[in-house]
């Protein structure tokens, strides 16, 4: 088994049990990059560059699928309501969770931050 330390806002939600509804908390995208971010950004791993945080709703959301021209700057803007929609599908959004990353929280020591 393979550990891997990500860093989310504090503020983020708890992570769901698998199956459960999606909660916005950045887990699984922070984990690894999605088969959209590898096709798309040939980011192969690491936390998703196109994770962004949004401090309104307290939750972490897909920039592919909100802003896609920010992160595919080729994109037409014609095209960018129809890629969303297919981002949509292709991710499973707002779905199930899927992600059966462990779970410990803990926070940087005072030097650190």
Request: charged fraction near 20%.
């Amino acid at each position: 088994m393979r550990s891997t330390i990500i860093w989310l806002k504090a503020d983020a939600p708890m992570k769901p049990a698998v199956g459960q509804a999606c909660n916005g908390c950045g887990v699984c995208c922070a984990a690894e990059p999605c088969p959209v971010a590898r096709f798309f950004l040939w980011q192969l791993r690491d936390s998703c560059r196109a994770l962004e945080w949004h401090a309104d709703v307290l939750q972490y959301r897909c920039g592919m699928l909100r802003q896609p021209s920010v992160y595919l700057p080729w994109l037409p803007a014609i095209w960018q309501t129809w890629f969303a929609r297919r981002v949509r599908r292709w991710i499973a959004a707002g779905t199930a969770c899927d992600s059966d990353a462990l779970v410990a929280s803990g926070t940087l020591p005072e030097d650190q931050i």
